[in-house]
């Protein structure tokens, strides 16, 4: 299914939210971003750490926001 076929699936308040994947790409940079800062790991396992608490990070963040903009929106679900 295409994108724009699954987003007009979707309610009209939550078509507003999905229309773009801004956030997830935002999200990649940083990543790329704290990595390249280290350049060379040692190991696989010392690259996961490094990412999956920076992931970690972020989802307390996201969790401690405001959830008004998705409000509406899961409401009506």
Do not use: H
């Amino acid at each position: 299914m295409s994108t724009k076929r699954l987003q007009l699936t979707l309610p009209p308040a939550m078509r507003r939210c999905t229309r773009t994947s801004n956030c997830l790409e935002r999200l990649n940079a940083k990543v790329k971003r704290r990595a390249k800062v280290i350049g060379v790991f040692p190991s696989k396992g010392s690259l996961i750490r490094l990412v999956g608490t920076y992931l970690i990070e972020e989802n307390d963040r996201w969790a401690a926001k405001s959830k008004q903009y998705w409000l509406p929106a899961v409401e009506g679900l």
